[in-house]
C-alpha cells in the first residue's frame, strides 16, 4: 500500500516547480498529487477546494475498478503538504478522515482540527512567514514540530529543493521497513 501525497504549491505556482522534491517522495514508495494552481491569498476556500479534490481524487481511485491504483493507496495515511499558501491550505485539510500527518512549508496561520503530527517548516530569513507559521504552532492541539532552516528566506523551496539532499536516515528506514542494515555512506 502508497501512502498519498496531496500536494499545494505556493501562490499561481505550477506543481512543476516542484518535480525534484516530489520524484524524490514518489522514489519512497508515495503517490503524489498536486493540486496545480493555487490562485486564492493564504486561507483562500478555492485553494483548500483544489487540494479536497486531488486528495479525494486519489482515495477513490483505490476502489475504482481498473485504476491503476486499484487497491494500492493506504487511504488513512496521506499526507497533506504545501508551500507558503499550499503549507496554508495543507494544515486546513488536515482534519480530513485519510490525512494522516501534515507539513507545511512557510505557511501562513491556520487554525485546523488536526488529528495527527504537523511538521511546519520556514527559514530565519523569512521575515514574514517565521512569524506565521509560529502562530499556527501556538494554535495547535496536536504533536507539531517546527523547523527553522538558517538563513532561507521564503522562497528557497523553490530553488534548491529545500537544502542539500542526503541519503534517507538508516535509523529511520529501519524503523519503518525490515529493511537490511545500512552502511554509512562514503565521505
Not at 500536494?7 to 498536486?34: E, M, R, W
Not at 480530513?96 to 488529528?115: Q, R
Amino acid at each position: 500500500m502508497h501512502a498519498p501525497i496531496i500536494l499545494g504549491p505556493g501562490i499561481d505556482t505550477q506543481v512543476t516547480s516542484y518535480t525534484a522534491l516530489l520524484t524524490s517522495f514518489a522514489s519512497h514508495g508515495f503517490v503524489v498529487v498536486g493540486a496545480n494552481l493555487l490562485t486564492g491569498g493564504p486561507n483562500g476556500p478555492n485553494n483548500r477546494a483544489a487540494m479536497l479534490e486531488g486528495l479525494d481524487w486519489i482515495i477513490a481511485q483505490n476502489s475504482e475498478a481498473g485504476s491503476a491504483y486499484q487497491g494500492k493507496i493506504d487511504v488513512e495515511h496521506a499526507a497533506s503538504m504545501g508551500y507558503s499558501v499550499g503549507g496554508t491550505a495543507a494544515v486546513e485539510i488536515g482534519g480530513h478522515e485519510a490525512v494522516a500527518t501534515v507539513v507545511s512549508i512557510h505557511g501562513h496561520v491556520a487554525p485546523a482540527a488536526l488529528h495527527g503530527p504537523m511538521l511546519q517548516t520556514s527559514g530565519t530569513q523569512d521575515t514574514i512567514g517565521l512569524p506565521m507559521q509560529q502562530k499556527t504552532y501556538d494554535m495547535s492541539q496536536t504533536q507539531t514540530f517546527l523547523a527553522t532552516v538558517m538563513g532561507a528566506d521564503h522562497g528557497y523551496i523553490t530553488r534548491d529543493v529545500g537544502g542539500l539532499q542526503r541519503p534517507p536516515p538508516c535509523a529511520s528506514r529501519a524503523a519503518t521497513t525490515r529493511a537490511a542494515p545500512c552502511s554509512s555512506p562514503a565521505s
